[in-house]
């Protein structure tokens, strides 16, 4: 079992930044992969970045080509909390952030790819 919960959130004027936060408990096996994704209203649910951290000693990150060059993922030392650092952030960026574990793969893009969700945390980004 593994546990998420995403924090971070909130509202941005367009070139603005936020900093997410996903908190992770449970195995840290089932941890190993794990990804940002994000769904704005009425459209599919999307990746945005992929994170392989078991067993390396620096971390593997992996970005979408909308948000590469502009979103950075980074690990804290504990290994349990994994940030999104979004910066010059777009109001196509407005969409609801939700951080995904255990992946059989890294990176992996699909949400059918990951098996345990957070609750999610809205991103809103205004012109």
């Known amino acids: 079992e593994v546990q998420l919960v995403e924090s971070g959130g909130g509202s941005v004027q367009a070139g603005g930044s936020l900093r997410l936060a996903c908190e992770a408990s449970g195995s840290i096996y089932l941890r190993k992969c794990m990804g940002w994704f994000r769904q704005a209203p009425g459209k599919e649910r999307e990746g945005v970045a992929s994170?392989?951290?078991?067993?390396?000693?620096?971390?593997?990150?992996y970005y979408a080509p909308s948000v590469q060059g502009r979103f950075t993922l980074s690990l804290d030392s504990a290994r349990t909390t994994v940030y999104l650092q979004m910066d010059s952030l777009k109001p196509e960026d407005t969409a609801m952030y939700y951080c995904a574990a255990d992946s059989r793969q890294c990176p992996a893009w699909l949400p059918t790819d990951y098996n345990y969700w957070g609750q999610g945390t809205q991103v809103t980004v205004s012109s």
């Open positions: 994170i392989y951290i078991f067993n390396n000693p620096r971390p593997y990150t």
